[in-house]
T-cell receptor, first 115, second 112 residues
Framework: NAGVTQTPKFRILKIGQSMTLQCAQD?????MYWYRQDPGMGLKLIYY???????DKGEVPNGYNVSRSTTEDFPLRLELAAPSQTSVYFC??????????????FGPGTRLTVL | GQNIDQPTEMTATEGAIVQINCTYQ??????LFWYQQHAGEAPTFLSY??LDGLEEKGRFSSFLSRSKGYSYLLLKELQMKDSASYLC?????????????WGAGTKLIIKP
């Protein structure tokens, strides 16, 4: 199992440019999440999905969009990049069983700089 | 509101024991997680508590008191590789779904 994979690892964008951060998991998890992590801050939830075709906003969704057409993939779209979106982005996935830990597994992250 | 507090930074000596505290105020509590995050890497799962008491896993133990909104992570026989940030996260029921609320993390520095 590859677990959770993310591409690209690094990216520099100019203000106003668009890009898609890719995320895939091969653990058949139904839940997937996108977080951003700024220096000295906790992880902030951007969007999450409880299954294919279902997405919902997290704490900081403005400036982002997501889709979930398959169980495996959960891309994050930035339409008009702004310097405030400079951050490290983590994708994560988990089971949502009625019992058990249901811990989240994280991808390696994408380090995005907007100049 | 939802709030999680943990110390920003701690320093300890190789071979010693360190306790990292986490206090929380959340609604719809459904468990507390500890994750380890090395610099430049992704968080990795360490422990989970949903009932009061101590969970032991090798050199690491985690404790939970739901009535006090308090948890700690205990690391024994510290090794240099334990230098990392330790993230406390609480799972809460929000908008009919469970979500994790994350603390800012405690950076642990191990000195020889």
């Amino acid at each position: 199992n590859a677990g959770v994979t993310q591409t690209p690892k690094f990216r520099i964008l100019k203000i106003g440019q668009s890009m898609t951060l890719q995320c895939a998991q091969d653990m058949n998890h139904n839940y997937m999440y996108w977080y951003r992590q700024d220096p000295g801050m906790g992880l902030k939830l951007i969007y999450y999905s409880v299954g294919a075709g279902i997405t919902d906003k997290g704490e900081v969704p403005n400036g982002y969009n997501v889709s979930r057409s398959t169980t495996e993939d959960f891309p994050l779209r930035l339409e008009l990049a702004a310097p405030s979106q400079t951050s490290v982005y983590f994708c994560a996935s988990s089971y949502a069983r009625t019992s058990g830990t249901n811990e989240q597994f994280f991808g390696p992250g994408t380090r995005l700089t907007v100049l | 509101g939802q709030n999680i507090d943990q110390p920003t930074e701690m320093t300890a000596t190789e071979g010693a024991i360190v306790q990292i505290n986490c206090t929380y105020q959340t609604s719809g509590f459904n468990g507390l997680f500890w994750y380890q995050q090395h610099a430049g890497e992704a968080p990795t799962f360490l422990s989970y508590n949903v009932l009061d008491g101590l969970e032991e896993k090798g050199r690491f133990s985690s404790f939970l008191s739901r009535s006090k909104g308090y948890s700690y992570l205990l690391l024994k026989e510290l090794q240099m590789k334990d230098s990392a940030s330790y993230l406390c996260a609480v799972r809460s029921l929000m908008d009919s779904n469970y979500q994790l609320i994350w603390g800012a993390g405690t950076k642990l520095i191990i000195k020889p």
